[in-house]
């Protein structure tokens, strides 16, 4: 079965400054990996995501993935967050022969001023 | 633009009450989906549907039902609502896995 694990219940980061989350997955089977984003009272939207191919994925609103098979990871990162970017962000992962997208329990980031 | 619409952003209802939640797609997805989150637990699957008159049991399915009759549209049922029902409900739909899932704004539940 698979699974997802975000390491960090909550990430603080200074404005400007670069922030890492991360995301640890565990699949016996090839899988597609997501990063969600979920703004305040508001449903969840995709940022990103790897079917296959080259294993650094960009994204929306500066973002981006890089996907480690050896090391079962796929980490977000921006170089330079604004508090715009106050979310909640979900990792998420799918068999590639499933339709059911399994989710991590999120990391909240919180931008300092 | 693509779009999940969820009838109610928030609803108070009592306790015993039958509930109906609706959620309705415009892109022709075969799949739908119901979760609900809350707080450090996550989004847990609810029930979720692969075609019309189809259903399956997520991880959580007891005390919810629910009914889809066209393409479009899939409704949550809550039987009898209890207080530990009260959380947000998150509806979603995807033509598939590698597409991911397009979710509606929520729908916040309260039971008093």
């Known amino acids: 079965a698979q699974s997802v694990t975000q390491l960090d219940s909550q990430v603080p980061v200074f404005e400007e400054a670069p922030v890492e989350l991360r995301c640890n997955y565990s699949s016996s089977v090839s899988v597609y990996l997501f990063w969600y984003v979920q703004y305040p009272n508001q449903g969840l939207q995709l940022l990103l995501k790897y079917l296959s191919g080259s294993t650094l994925v960009k994204g929306i609103n500066g973002f981006e993935a890089e996907f480690n098979k050896s090391q079962t990871s796929f980490h977000l990162r921006k170089p330079s967050v604004h508090i715009s970017d106050t979310a909640e962000y979900f990792c998420?992962?799918?068999?590639?022969?499933?339709?059911?997208?399994?989710f991590g329990k999120g990391t909240r980031l919180h931008i300092l001023p | 633009d693509v779009k999940v619409t969820q009838s109610s952003r928030y609803l108070v209802k009592r306790t015993g009450e039958k509930v109906f939640l609706e959620c309705v797609q415009d892109?022709?997805?075969?799949?739908m989906f119901w979760y609900r989150q809350d707080p450090g637990l996550g989004l847990r699957l609810i029930y979720f549907s692969y075609d019309v008159k189809m259903k399956e049991k997520g991880d959580i399915p007891e005390g919810y039902s629910v009914s889809r009759e066209k393409k479009e549209r899939f409704s949550l049922i809550l039987e009898s609502a209890s207080t530990n029902q009260t959380s947000m409900y998150l509806c979603?739909?995807?033509?598939?896995?590698?597409?991911?899932?397009?979710f509606g704004s929520g729908t916040r539940l309260t039971v008093v």
């Open positions: 998420a992962v799918t068999p590639n022969r499933d339709d059911k997208i399994i």
């Open positions: 979603a739909s995807s033509p598939g896995s590698n597409y991911g899932y397009t």
């Open positions: 892109m022709d997805h075969e799949n």
